[in-house]
């Protein structure tokens, strides 16, 4: 089916630009970042079991990370750099618990990179007037401004710096700020910076990716590979439909997808491949790239295995579009999370982790607050996610998105005099509190108790408010775990921690005057067990001031649902381990209530 989507205008480089009158020459003691930050140890190459992610050492890891798009676009760097400083920008994003980036580039970009003529910068006017010092980093030592490869290298290095790991998505073929229309890998053709006209083709398509590949194979801030956002219809140009069979056809995205993954292992077997669905399958319709039915009788087998393999759909809420999921014809009923899971979700892509087949990784999702329905979806989709841990990346940093906005609110940048006369530039950053801390904030990755965000890099902490991947398996795993199905540890083992799920009335070993279980793991009290069970479980756990008993939230678990959700092990404190007996037997695992062995 057809879908509205984000229509990202180009805005004029005067428009954007932050200062149109104080350019200045730097001197020489003003350096670039090093290009191409290499990593010193090589140890956050991550792998898939499953439906699960791993270290190297065989931990479970949540990526739970945002969108920061431009380097797609004809600016062909981060949007939002006109007015921040990219120190400053990422600095934030790390402070605030974003562990991994997805970063929208073209075809064309890379292909420009590879012939060693990267495409200038649009729109962002660095500065190094030390009376305005504005992004200085992307000022080159002759004075020139940093290219759009030396600035990708930089937000790398600058990501390296603050804890934050990133991969890079194929937005569109050709540098185009509304190249996301376009549902195909291929046909879309572009003047490089060498002169020549080029098409691209879907080996031009592959030999880019796998070039990135190495470019990069020695920096594990760059973990992985998303290969094409959204195949889909002929809507937005496309020749045809993108497809997905056991054909040789030359639009059959499957087959596409695993030449390339095939390509990119070769050059580096540890990247991390991302792989979006389709629109439709065998007459099932659903969101652009959101379509993975697919995946069950042809999945993606690169030559090497599919120990590198996350699958990648994006979802929306009724705001993006109305869909057949979201209401009857007639608007008389709307979606509840049961609804949404058995009318799309489950067979459209849950079913992939929900079965333990792969790992998912919601590249897309979010949208504006309304009051009403998008908020409720938005708080569905991030309840499933956490029950289920699914992987995600926001949709999105900036705000330029037309339907969803963003998570930045506004970015003003500042200049600072010191009592010594010297200047200091400072980004002011808004983040949108409330779709921040109501969304997105339960579904990123942190410690039980303290609330510390978890990185993926093994040395460096996340950010000022986080910790590295070693630092939570040496001193937090099992004292406190994390919101991951209630933290596990190397083996798998769930953490039982009791001191980090109290709540403001927490259920203990039960007397004669205790409230009495109505029906175990019918932790709404609507005298059924249902997935909805599971979700105020996890929700209870992981935001207990609006979810557990007593918390704000309309839906926040009574004194009676606790009692009937505490259905592992009865009289002991309500943990993952709940969540997952309910889980156990909605497929008619176990009985309930469930025992320790």
């Not at 929208?104 to 003529?117: A, D, H, K, Q, R």
């Not at 050709?174 to 002169?195: C, I, P, Q, R, V």
């Not at 500042?414 to 200091?424: A, S």
């Not at 592992?568 to 156990?584: E, W």
Request: aromatic share 10%; net charge negative.
């Amino acid at each position: 089916m057809k879908k509205t989507r984000r229509i990202i205008s180009a805005i004029s480089a005067a428009a954007l630009a932050v200062s149109t009158s104080v350019i200045a020459v730097p001197d020489n003691s003003l350096t670039l970042m090093t290009a191409n930050a290499v990593d010193d140890t090589g140890d956050d190459w991550l792998h898939a079991k499953g439906s699960r992610l791993y270290d190297m050492n065989g931990n479970e890891v949540w990526l739970t990370g945002a969108n920061w798009f431009g380097f797609n676009c004809t600016e062909c760097a981060p949007h939002y750099l006109w007015s921040g400083d990219i120190d400053d920008l990422v600095k934030s994003v790390a402070d605030n618990g974003v562990n991994v980036l997805r970063l929208p580039v073209s075809t064309e970009l890379l292909y420009n990179w590879m012939i060693g003529m990267p495409d200038p910068i649009q729109s962002i006017k660095p500065n190094a007037d030390p009376n305005y010092p504005f992004n200085i980093d992307l000022i080159n030592e002759d004075g020139s401004i940093a290219d759009s490869k030396q600035v990708f290298d930089i937000l790398l290095a600058k990501c390296k710096k603050y804890g934050v790991k990133a991969f890079i998505d194929i937005h569109s073929p050709d540098s185009n700020n509304s190249g996301h229309n376009y549902g195909l890998w291929y046909g879309k053709s572009f003047k490089a910076n060498n002169g020549k006209t080029v098409e691209v083709t879907t080996k031009v398509w592959i030999e880019t990716l796998a070039w990135c590949a190495e470019e990069y194979k020695n920096d594990d801030t760059l973990i992985g590979f998303d290969l094409k956002n959204e195949p889909h219809s002929v809507y937005g140009g496309g020749p045809v439909d993108a497809i997905w069979d056991d054909s040789n056809a030359p639009n059959n995205w499957k087959q596409a997808a695993e030449d390339c993954a095939n390509a990119i292992l070769a050059n580096n077997p540890h990247a991390l491949i991302l792989i979006e669905g389709v629109e439709g399958f065998e007459g099932h319709g659903a969101w652009w790239g959101g379509n993975l039915r697919g995946v069950k009788k042809y999945p993606v087998m690169p030559e090497s295995g599919t120990s590198q393999i996350v699958y990648s759909p994006h979802d929306y809420g009724p705001l993006v579009s109305d869909q057949p999921w979201f209401y009857t014809n007639d608007k008389s009923k709307t979606f509840t999370m049961d609804s949404i899971r058995k009318d799309y979700w489950y067979d459209t892509w849950a079913y992939l982790v929900e079965e333990d087949m792969y790992p998912l990784l919601i590249g897309e999702w979010g949208g504006r607050l309304d009051g009403g329905d998008n908020e409720k979806w938005l708080g569905l989709i991030r309840d499933y996610m956490i029950a289920h841990h699914v992987n995600h990346t926001f949709w999105c940093l900036n705000d330029d998105s037309g339907d969803t906005g963003g998570l930045w609110k506004d970015i003003r940048f500042n200049v600072e005099r010191k009592d010594d006369g010297t200047c200091v530039g400072k980004t002011d950053i808004i983040w949108d509190a409330e779709k921040y801390d109501n969304y997105y904030y339960p579904a990123i990755w942190k410690t039980q108790k303290t609330k510390k965000f978890i990185g993926l890099d093994h040395q460096k902490a996340l950010g000022v408010n986080g910790i590295s991947l070693n630092d939570f398996y040496a001193n937090y795993a099992s004292t406190e775990g994390s919101n991951l199905d209630g933290g596990k540890t190397a083996d798998g083992t769930i953490i039982d921690v009791e001191e980090t799920t109290t709540k403001p009335t927490e259920p203990t070993k039960p007397s004669d005057d205790d409230i009495k279980v109505t029906l175990y793991g019918d932790a709404d009290c609507d005298e059924l067990v249902k997935m909805n069970d599971v979700v105020l479980i996890m929700q209870s756990l992981s935001n207990a001031d609006l979810y557990a008993v007593g918390g704000s939230a309309k839906t926040a678990m009574t004194e009676q649902g606790s009692a009937n959700a505490d259905c592992f092990d009865p009289g002991s404190l309500l943990t993952g381990k709940d969540a997952l007996s309910v889980q156990k037997y909605l497929l008619g695992k176990i009985t309930l209530p469930e025992m320790p062995e």
